[in-house]
């Protein structure tokens, strides 16, 4: 292995992962998976470029080298074998992991071949991953039938267990998985109402009531909220089960109703003013200042007495409940105005908050609100 030096670092890395493994005993994630088959393709593609000069009296080391490769492996398919056992134990069989389970048994054999045969028959390499290739394009044992039986089965599973946030989440990322790759009609089996039919439904009504560019998009998102309902779910999403970083903006967005308001005050955390900074209004002969405060809360301060605006309660409260997602991708939320206002009486005013745009990220326990922009409405 000292032929390869980047190779062997490599392998000495991969294999410091496994031990810190054993002595934790905490199983791999999936992405040691993608670093053991880089290793295992390098190391393959290696000995196939220099199988012709294998025989030459100067390259004897070609033979060890293809010896310790394999050898070397057997630890890390061992490996490779538990960080595929823990992604399908927990999330069923999808394409990309039914691959994996193909390559994973793949490189077994390949191992055990060329320790037990040798370097002869190299061309065993190319000639079996092909068939494989074949075999699992198509037929009940091919990628679409293996994955999509799975994740019916999961979903199955999940419909007949007790109802909790987790459990529901999981059964909508299989409604988005098996409508988005398998077609509404994987969803079938799991309800008695025409699925064909409402999609023609949604189709039709999106035509008319939606731009050419988001047609698709709607229908699709129409169709999958039914299936949701049926399924006795609410389509709705809870931020908190959607990953740390969560955008909240207010669906009667730039709406404002600002009669008797004295004051209407626009604030936007990354333009209008610096952490620790003021800015002074005066509302109904009276003088305030808007401060804010290392960007996760906004005051208003008149002398020495101050009222929080609570941003940070707002942004807590919007956690905690389940709004639709209108782009997944971002986690961005639509909120009803009601949930992005709070009205307070102070100094014989009413001070109302009212969030337009919230950004929030949650790490480690820790809620930051990230960006905003807030109206401060006061009236008497």
Avoid at 218 to 233: C, F, H
Avoid at 238 to 245: A, H, K, L, R, V
Wanted: proline residues 3%; contains cysteine; charged residues 20%.
């Amino acid at each position: 292995m000292c032929i390869n030096p980047l190779a062997s670092i490599y392998l000495l890395i991969l294999l410091a992962y496994e031990g810190k493994i054993l002595v934790e005993w905490h199983l791999p994630n999936g992405f040691v998976s993608i670093l053991i088959l880089g290793y295992a393709v390098f190391g393959m593609l290696s000995l196939l470029l220099v199988h012709p000069l294998r025989n030459l009296e100067e390259n004897k080391w070609i033979k060890l080298f293809s010896k310790s490769f394999y050898l070397f492996l057997i630890p890390l398919i061992v490996l490779l074998v538990l960080a595929v056992y823990t992604r399908v134990s927990d999330y069923g069989i999808t394409e990309s992991r039914y691959v994996l389970i193909v390559l994973t048994l793949w490189l077994g054999f390949i191992t055990l071949y060329f320790l037990i045969k040798g370097q002869e028959q190299i061309r065993m390499i190319p000639i079996s991953l092909c068939v494989i290739a074949i075999i699992i394009s198509f037929g009940p044992w091919g990628l679409q039938s293996i994955s999509r039986n799975s994740q019916q089965k999961r979903l199955s599973t999940l419909l007949t267990a007790k109802a909790d946030k987790e459990r529901d989440q999981e059964i909508r990322n299989i409604v988005d998985y098996l409508h988005d790759y398998h077609g509404i009609m994987a969803l079938q089996p799991f309800t008695k109402a025409s699925l064909s039919d409402i999609k023609t439904f949604f189709k039709n009504k999106n035509k008319k009531d939606s731009l050419n560019q988001y047609q698709s998009y709607q229908t699709k998102e129409n169709t999958k909220d039914s299936v949701l309902k049926l399924l006795g779910l609410n389509p709705m999403y809870n931020p908190s089960m959607q990953g740390n970083f969560h955008n909240f903006s207010n669906i009667e967005k730039e709406v404002l109703n600002i009669e008797q308001a004295s004051v209407l005050v626009t604030i936007e955390n990354q333009s209008s003013f610096r952490d620790d900074e003021c800015k002074e209004i005066t509302a109904f002969g009276k003088a305030f200042k808007i401060c804010k405060e290392k960007e996760q809360e906004l005051y208003l301060v008149s002398g020495k007495e101050k009222l929080s605006l609570q941003l940070y309660k707002l942004g807590k409260q919007l956690l905690k409940r389940s709004y639709p997602i209108a782009d997944k991708q971002n986690n961005y939320f639509e909120v009803p105005n009601k949930d992005l206002t709070l009205t307070q009486q102070w100094k014989g005013l009413n001070i109302t908050t009212r969030v337009e745009e919230m950004g929030i990220e949650e790490e480690n326990q820790k809620t930051t609100i990230t960006h905003y922009k807030v109206y401060v409405l006061i009236t008497p």
